[in-house]
């Protein structure tokens, strides 16, 4: 059964940082795409960022610059550095794959996500 954990989540003040891990369980995911998405109280769930099997990267607009995603494929993890946070990146985060392998970090969305975390919260205080 495929497991995905979620960490690091919590409060900081604005400019500050936090860093999201998520630890893979069940099956590796060497071959496949995983990432972020995060979804704030009366909105929809958006992708964060996201890296594919070949290391390739992609960050929403409202992240680049600030965030960070990394993946250790010898651990099955993958963590997100938050810098520089604002109150808006307020929001439960969640670690996503990708349901089918080798595809691109830039076509990762909700309709192409096979397993979910639990989700995280992250809270950032102005």
């Known amino acids: 059964q495929v497991q995905l954990a979620e960490s690091g989540g919590g409060l900081a003040q604005a400019g500050g940082s936090l860093r999201l891990s998520c630890a893979a369980s069940g099956r590796t995911f060497v071959s496949y795409t995983m990432g972020w998405f995060r979804q704030a109280p009366g909105k929809e769930r958006e992708v964060v960022a996201s890296?594919?099997?070949?290391?390739?990267?992609y960050y929403a607009q409202s992240t680049t610059g600030r965030f960070t995603i990394s993946r250790d494929n010898t651990k099955n993890t993958v963590d997100l550095q938050m810098n520089s946070l604002k109150p808006e990146d307020t929001a439960v985060y969640y670690c996503?794959?990708?349901?089918?392998?080798?595809?691109?970090?830039?076509?990762?969305?909700?309709?192409?996500?096979?397993?979910w975390g639990q989700g995280t919260q992250v809270t950032v205080s102005s």
């Open positions: 890296i594919a099997w070949n290391s390739m990267k």
């Open positions: 996503a794959v990708d349901r089918d392998a080798l595809t691109s970090a830039r076509t990762m969305g909700i309709m192409s996500v096979g397993y």
